[in-house]
């Protein structure tokens, strides 16, 4: 079952990658986007699954993202896989750090303090000279195996970049979920206590939840300003956090697709609504979130499920 | 025979409130020792502080001459002493079987959690475990049910069987059949006491029917007040005046001393 | 010496306007156990309610008493309208849910109603700059201090006494305590815990919107106001700790003094201050300065 799944999995990377060719400039940028940001929520899904919701994730992504735009800027590294190796081992190290202290909590309070250290990162970015303060500055082209690419080469070589990232997330993610640790979540979120008294730290396990969701987010914000080639401090504000947790309430914790999926719907619309009906674009946001929440509160990813069950196809 | 388990002088006061004082005693190897007490005599405190839930203000606590006293309870767990609740504290919205793998799994990697990160969830060898105790505790037929929709007697042999995984060596049962119809206290409790039996599991249990405490004791301890005022074997213990006009006759099910005396006759 | 005085003073007079939104949102939390995101839509909607309702009054010339009182009015009118909206219409539904669902929804009509702002108003940004005229200036050992800014705290201080008052010694306000106490002992009580909530979240909503219409005279009514008031409120009432007057007043007064003295002192860390200050607190009182944490029974 398992290897189905994964083989599933590799096939529709493959076939996106093979499709990214014949893609549009306007909608492969916008795949980009989409795919670095749902790595993003593919972290944020792993803590939703234990109950846990951070309206602050925005602070591990923009960490990703200045780490690349500031090695772009202080340095002469010019290499996108170091850029991200990079990104993804700040990100990492600062969740660890934070989760130190955010594992410790839970509910609402857990929301509240990893909003709060977003805000301070925000804070800093904001008010420093060095850092492009409100404006934020442009992130220097980065080099594939040695090679600056221009053009629709670049376009697409970075699209694949993008993409095999995910598909390594997307594989640790499947591994991480499959684990006793990863198994844990309704427990952690059901019997705290229970857990205790079988020898295992809750906190601990939450911690580790933590620094993977922390890393992911990272790795995205480092894509992210890749694609974009620009980062400013809003990446860190507590709006940018609310989206991640918007795109993931939408998709659900049931599968691992259903971030991709969800963030490229996310993408998608906005661009179509900011067009289209430009102001109206954050009622769209608010009642779909409502919608979701009243009529579907296991996300779209439920949808699939519910719809095995009634075709009678068992469910993995 | 040495002592499995060793408390000197425990004592817990909350502000100016003594919950637990000055306890004392020995519990030797695969001994089944019965707690009671009334309501606020100190019993789940004495359990709780033992199980690391709450931590001794005064005192020490020796398992198998290690001193535990003032860890937390994970630890004291992974070193072989387990729990079950007053309230059966099972995972709601899993199935039996669920919870009893979440049990084993966590039992298998808790020691290591980049180990628990990396070992997937379905084992081989965790099956067997869960398998032994599914049969130990008579949890076949309900394999797929949510505990949450279990019968109160089933939800509360669960709780005890998922405490069992990782084999402990000293359990302690927070009232096991409370919660429990009459008809159905004994057959629960049989089914517990010869599981633990077969697993030469040292077990405490708190208990408030005094029958059951005659039958399946082989030690009681009567708290009052926070400390024990008596210790012994069953017939000596429940027959101590003190004992019965303090504890049994306030017991909610008090059961008159002559049929405590009587149930005991039937067994020996 | 003369920065310091001018650090007590603006760090009272945001303290001030500060307490009036959070003592709200706190309220709010205190007996629903919500953490209402909406709230930063009250606050804009007052806002700009009193920008343009109080902003015509005295172009019209009328009496200046009467454009004060109008800021009232145009908060009652906007938690009247907002809250019973939120309330019946969408929290009545998710009553029960998981705490951090429930602040999901309120998230949701936040962004909602910060779209109809722009709907209603466009994206221009508008000044009421009368009340801070009429007021006028006071001269207070060499600093020029604000009319408006003086009453701004007198009517904080009124409103926390009031507040006090209210909970302690009205029947509403008694009935509220047992709700906060324990909602299913209430319940058990024979209060309508239902009709408690609804005028919890309308009083909250009310003072939220009091927040947004005594501080539109002091800044740009435009949009994003909300966005970043809430993230301050929450602040406030998490330092202070969630559901309690007095949490509310003494977190406002940190976050004020604390905001002033970066201000005055290192501009750069104006916003760093406030997050710093909340995340040290939630270190060493996990629940805030005025809660006690619940232990958990087994």
Redesign the interface.
């Known amino acids: 079952m398992t290897w189905r799944n994964t083989l599933v999995g590799a096939l529709a990377f493959a076939v996106v990658a093979s499709a990214a060719v014949v893609l549009p400039a306007w909608l492969m940028s916008l795949a980009t986007i989409a795919l670095a940001n749902a790595l993003v929520v593919l972290g944020l899904i792993i803590l939703w699954r234990a ?3 951070p309206f602050g994730q925005a602070l591990f992504y923009a960490t990703g993202a200045y780490t690349v735009a500031l090695l772009g800027r202080f340095t002469d590294l010019r290499d996108a896989v170091l850029f991200v190796i990079a990104a993804a081992l700040l990100s990492g190290i600062l969740a660890y750090l934070v989760g130190l ?1 955010l594992a ?2 839970r ?3 857990f ?3 990893s ?3 977003s ?2 990162l ?3 970015l ?3 000279e060095t850092l492009g303060s409100t404006d934020g500055f442009h992130v220097e082209s980065a080099t594939f195996f040695g090679s600056a690419l221009h053009g629709r080469t670049a376009e697409l070589v970075l699209f694949w970049f993008v993409l095999a990232w995910c598909a390594l997330a997307a594989l640790v993610v499947s ?2 979920f ?7 979540a ?2 952690v979120r ?2 705290e ?9 809750v906190n ?2 939450i911690h ?1 939840k933590l620094i993977i969701a922390g890393t992911l987010a990272g790795i995205g914000g480092a894509l992210a300003a890749l694609a974009v080639e620009h980062v400013d401090p809003t990446m860190a504000y ?2 940018t956090s ?1 989206g991640f ?1 918007f795109v993931t ?1 939408l998709a659900g914790a049931g599968s691992i697709a259903a971030a991709f999926i969800g963030s490229f719907l996310f993408e998608l619309v906005r661009s179509v609504a900011v067009d289209l009906m430009p ?5 769209i ?3 779909v ?2 919608l979701t ?2 009529f579907l ?1 296991g996300g779209l990813g439920s949808v699939v499920t519910v719809g095995r069950r009634r075709l009678g196809i068992k469910t993995p | 025979m040495s002592a499995i388990l060793s408390v000197r002088g425990l004592e817990k006061t909350f502000g100016s409130v003594v919950a637990a004082r000055d306890i004392t005693l020995d519990v030797p190897r695969q001994q089944s020792i019965g707690i009671i007490g009334a309501n606020g005599a100190g019993k789940t405190t004495f359990v709780n502080m033992i199980t690391g839930y709450l931590r001794p203000s005064k005192g020490s606590i020796l398992f198998e001459d290690r001193d535990i006293t003032g860890l937390p309870s994970r630890a004291i767990t992974r070193l072989g002493i387990a729990r079950s609740f007053q309230v059966a504290q099972v995972f709601p919205s899993l199935t039996v079987d669920e919870n009893v793998a979440a049990a084993v799994a966590v039992a298998r990697t808790r020691a290591s959690l980049l180990m628990s990160a990396i070992t997937p969830l379905a084992s081989a060898p965790a099956t067997a475990e869960a398998e032994e105790l599914m049969t130990l505790f008579q949890l076949g037929d309900y394999r797929n049910a949510r505990a949450a929709t279990l019968p109160q007697g089933v939800r509360k042999l669960l709780d005890i069987a998922m405490a069992l995984v990782g084999a402990p060596r000293v359990l302690l049962l927070d009232e096991p059949t409370s919660g429990i119809s009459i008809e159905e206290k004994f057959a629960v409790m049989e089914l517990i006491m010869t599981a633990l039996a077969s697993r030469r599991t040292t077990v405490l249990f708190v208990e408030h029917d005094m029958e059951i405490v005659a039958r399946y004791a082989e030690r009681v301890l009567a708290f009052h007040d926070g400390t024990v005022i008596a210790d012994g074997p069953p017939t000596q213990a429940l027959a101590d005046p003190t004992v019965q006009t303090l504890i049994c006759g306030t017991a909610p099910l008090g059961v008159a001393a002559g049929e405590v005396l009587h149930a005991q006759g039937l067994r020996s | 010496m003369l920065t310091a005085f001018a650090i007590l003073t603006d760090g009272l007079v945001y303290a001030a306007y500060l307490f009036v939104v959070a003592i709200g949102l706190s309220l709010i939390f205190g007996v629903m156990k919500i953490l209402n995101v909406t709230h930063g839509s009250f606050y804009a909607f007052g806002a700009y309610g009193a920008a343009i309702a109080v902003g015509a009054y005295f172009n019209a010339d009328y009496a200046a008493a009467g454009g004060f009182l109008l800021m009232g009015v145009v908060a009652i009118v906007v938690g009247l309208v907002l809250g019973l909206l939120i309330e019946r219409g969408l929290l009545r539904v998710v009553y029960g849910r998981d705490e951090v669902v429930v602040v999901l929804v309120t998230y949701s009509a936040f962004l909602i109603l910060e779209d109809v702002l722009r709907l209603l108003w466009g994206t221009e940004s508008y000044a009421l700059y009368q009340p801070l005229a009429i007021g006028g200036n006071v001269m207070v050992g060499g600093l020029v201090l604000s009319g408006y800014d003086i009453g701004l705290v007198v009517f904080a201080i009124v409103l926390a006494f009031a507040a006090s008052y209210a909970l302690r010694h009205t029947r509403y306000g008694r009935l509220l305590t047992v709700v906060i106490f324990d909602r299913e002992l209430a319940a058990a009580f024979g209060i309508n815990v239902s009709v408690m909530y609804t005028v919890t979240f309308v009083l909250g909503a009310i003072l939220g919107a009091l927040g947004g219409a005594v501080m539109a005279p002091k800044i740009a009514v435009t949009l994003g106001i909300g966005v970043e008031v809430i993230v301050l409120a929450f602040a406030v009432v998490i330092i202070g700790g969630l559901g309690s007057i007095e949490g509310a007043l003494i977190g406002a007064l940190i976050v004020g003094t604390c905001r002033a003295a970066a201000v005055h002192l290192v501009p750069q860390l104006e916003l760093f201050v406030i997050y710093a200050v909340m995340a040290l607190v939630l270190v060493f009182r996990p629940y805030g300065l005025f809660t006690r944490a619940q232990p958990r029974k087994i």
């Open positions: 109950g846990l919701v202290l410790r909590y509910d609402i309070f929301a509240m303090l909003l709060a250290m805000m301070i925000y804070g800093v904001v008010k420093t591994v991480y499959r684990s006793v640790a990863g198994s844990l309704v427990p059901e019997r206590i229970r857990l205790e008294f079988l020898g295992i730290s601990r396990l580790l507590w709006t609310g947790v309430i102001g109206t674009w954050q009622i946001l608010g009642t979130l409502l929440i009243l509160p």
